[in-house]
């Protein structure tokens, strides 16, 4: 479980280099199952989410292993088509690896994924569009068996922009029979680096980032080597950290029009930022000005993976803030931590009213999620005396380096296993 012990009050002045996208290199990973032979990944987070679809991948059947910083796979066998149970329940997203493993064998056996605490996270748009494309779906209970002897090209309309739904029939569709359109796609910076990872291999996919994405199948794909993008929720992230309790920071190695919704609500509480090639700079006034509404979208919308951060700063920002959640129906967990800490937040269902108090108080907090709990560490750095925030491994499974990068930049803070 592990904890992260903060002492808060100290500015923050530095630099830190940003980790590879963990929403970014989970797709690709999946992705590298299509091709019969070797991938070769670079600015791969070593990170949990990470660890465990590499243990996923290994356990059908391919060859993984790292080379210092570099991650290489050998997808040339495949010998078994069915997703460990433990796995799926461990991480929701190795969902992704459905399009995949069909895509390469034309059957798959997996669990369904526990929904998680942010939400009931259900499949179902998953599921509606891979029965478009020649796919036979049944549920046995607790697992779902997806085949064909075809994947053929169809044209999926999704009810919602799902991310997820939006991997999965594109990975899907890379190897079927015909042309595959998306419509109402996904439009997130994740979906951009999929099709360029896939277009790598040989495959014929365009239109990511914009609402129709057309997937062309082909034959097979080709060997690759793929630097992976940088983390723009992590970079955000950090971006929260120095908002929360003052100072300057350079940011390296983000691509800043991934981060324009971010960007503009860390200038509305009053932030300077400055974005020049792949470097960011904020630096951060006496004390962060509250926002009437942030209300969380697809991409380009402001991201919900940024919401939890985002209050963190607002609880000691001068005045009154809204936050709704409009993506996940539960992503306040992180709420009555916050309050523990002397927060002022009133929830109503999605929306959460916070009214900025001068300055939080160390506190016992648990973390429930993954941006939750990095929430609670942002809230510690600008708290009085000590923070302690416990099941620190829901952070680590998307945080390659919090404790290093922050204490790298002047934090208090440091990690305990136990
Ligand atoms: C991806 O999750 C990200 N995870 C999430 O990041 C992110 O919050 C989310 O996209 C939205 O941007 C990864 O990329 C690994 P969705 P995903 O399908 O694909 C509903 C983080 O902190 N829905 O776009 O699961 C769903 O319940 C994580 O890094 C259905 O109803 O997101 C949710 O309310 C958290 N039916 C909404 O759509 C479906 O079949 C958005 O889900 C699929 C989704």
């Not at 991934?258 to 470097?279: N, P, R, S, W």
Request: aromatic letters at 6%.
């Amino acid at each position: 479980m592990g904890k992260f012990i903060i002492e808060g009050g100290y500015k923050l002045n530095g630099e830190i280099k940003v980790q590879g996208s963990k929403n970014a290199v989970l797709p690709v990973l999946a992705a590298a199952i299509l091709n019969k032979g070797k991938t070769v990944l670079y600015n791969c987070p070593k990170i949990m989410d990470v660890n465990n679809m590499l243990k996923i991948i290994e356990s059908i059947g391919c060859q993984v292993k790292w080379e210092e910083d570099t991650l290489i796979i050998d997808s040339t066998i495949i010998d078994t088509h069915i997703i460990p149970k433990k796995y799926v329940q461990m991480m929701r997203s190795s969902i992704i690896l459905l399009g995949s493993v069909l895509g390469r064998t034309k059957y798959v056996k997996i669990s369904f994924p526990g929904g998680c605490s942010i939400g009931s996270r259900p499949i179902d748009l998953h599921l509606k569009a891979l029965k478009q494309m020649n796919i036979t779906i049944e549920d046995k209970y607790g697992f779902i068996e997806c085949s064909t002897d075809k994947i053929k090209g169809a044209k999926v309309t999704l009810d919602y922009p799902s991310v997820g739904a939006t991997e999965n029939i594109m990975l899907a569709a890379v190897l079927s029979d015909g042309v595959t359109t998306i419509h109402n796609a996904a439009k997130e910076p994740e979906i951009s680096e999929l099709q360029y990872f896939l277009n790598q291999m040989g495959a014929m996919i365009e239109g990511a980032s914009t609402d129709t994405i057309t997937i062309k199948g082909v034959k097979a794909l080709h060997d690759v080597e793929y630097r992976i993008m940088p983390d723009r929720i992590i970079a955000g992230t950090y971006m929260s950290a120095v908002a929360s309790v003052g100072g300057e920071l350079y940011l390296n190695d983000v691509k800043s029009d991934h981060l324009d919704a971010t960007i503009a609500k860390m200038v509305e509480m009053g932030c300077y930022v400055k974005t020049y090639d792949d470097k960011l700079f904020i630096s951060v006034p006496q004390r962060l000005q509250s926002i009437d509404l942030i209300r969380t979208q697809p991409y380009p919308g402001f991201p919900t993976d940024m919401q939890a951060q985002m209050m963190s700063d607002l609880v000691v920002a001068n005045g009154t803030s809204i936050i709704v959640e409009t993506i996940f129906e539960s992503r306040y967990k992180h709420v009555p931590e916050l309050a523990k800490m002397g927060a002022d937040i009133i929830t109503d269902g999605r929306t959460a009213v916070i009214k900025g108090v001068k300055r939080l108080n160390g506190a016992e907090v648990f973390a429930k999620d993954l941006r939750g709990g990095a929430a609670l560490i942002i809230a510690g750095l600008n708290a009085d005396g000590r923070t302690v925030v416990n099941n620190a491994h829901h952070i680590l499974r998307g945080y390659e380096s919090i404790e290093t990068d922050l204490k790298k930049i002047g934090a208090q803070l440091r990690y305990s296993k136990d």
